[in-house]
């Protein structure tokens, strides 16, 4: 992403401390604190210009968001939507559970303690084409086990792209990881849009181009995979048991019918 470097951006930035944090490692394991609050902390890892994390964070006041991204550039133009989102639909520019985070993947651990995050988002990272440059991938199995350290017991992750081969890619690589994944979607937006789904600006224009987005969930935290297990073992002993009603029920449908032939 090419950016334009704004005259002041850093003024900009430092002048925002209700909403930009950016010398995060110094209050790993202090987040709650930050708040005010022991709500849920998830995260966008790689927010772009934020859209995605402002529309969360106005639609879900009950949770905690972070945009975090290593452009002062884009937290200022986030900071920027956040506020003006806030005031059309809030009346108010303060923006209380959001904060904008200068930082990357690669400093995860030295900026959360363990647990301390209950979800990430993954839209649209950079593919990394090239053989060469796979550990450079945010669902590289290497980033993944950062993201399973900072995730609490209801950890999940969700990720979106547009590219084919880096969902293919982060499909064997979340399994590689012994990630249980569910809700997998080859095209998030083929028959009608999500709209219980927050767009980012790349889904936007991508999906204005018929192009598909793909999408999963991967449960992490030991509640959310119990909850799955127990989810997706009720499903299918609700389907052998209508598989075996059908099966039941066969012969004496038949015999109603040749009764009703006969007659």
Request: no cysteine; proline share 4%.
């Amino acid at each position: 992403m090419r950016l334009r470097t704004k005259k002041n951006t850093r003024v900009g930035l430092e002048s925002q401390p209700d909403l930009i944090v950016l010398e995060p490692k110094k209050l790993k394991g202090r987040w709650r604190e930050l708040f005010g609050n022991d709500r849920p902390i998830h995260i966008e890892i790689g927010m772009g210009k934020g859209q995605f994390i402002s529309r969360w964070s106005a639609n879900n006041p009950d949770v905690n968001y972070l945009g975090m991204d290593m452009y002062d550039e884009l937290l200022l133009i986030g900071s920027e939507k956040a506020r003006k989102l806030w005031k059309e639909e809030k009346g108010s520019d303060e923006v209380p559970n959001l904060y904008l985070v200068r930082g990357n993947a690669e400093q995860l651990e030295e900026m959360f303690e363990d647990g301390e995050l209950e979800r990430i988002y993954l839209n649209f990272s950079d593919p990394w084409p090239k053989s060469k440059h796979a550990k450079r991938r945010l669902t590289h199995p290497r980033f993944l086990e950062k993201y399973k350290r900072a995730l609490n017991e209801k950890g999940e992750i969700h990720f979106k792209t547009d590219s084919l081969s880096l969902f293919e890619f982060s499909l064997n690589s979340f399994s590689d990881s012994r990630l249980q994944m569910r809700n997998i979607s080859l095209h998030l937006h083929r028959n009608e849009l999500r709209d219980d789904l927050v767009m980012t600006e790349y889904e936007t224009k991508f999906v204005g181009q018929g192009m598909p987005i793909y999408r999963l969930e991967a449960v992490v935290g030991s509640e959310v995979v119990r909850e799955h297990r127990e989810r997706v073992e009720a499903e299918l002993q609700a389907s052998i048991a209508r598989a075996a009603k059908r099966a039941g029920d066969g012969p004496e449908d038949a015999d109603e019918e040749s009764e009703e032939i006969a007659r």
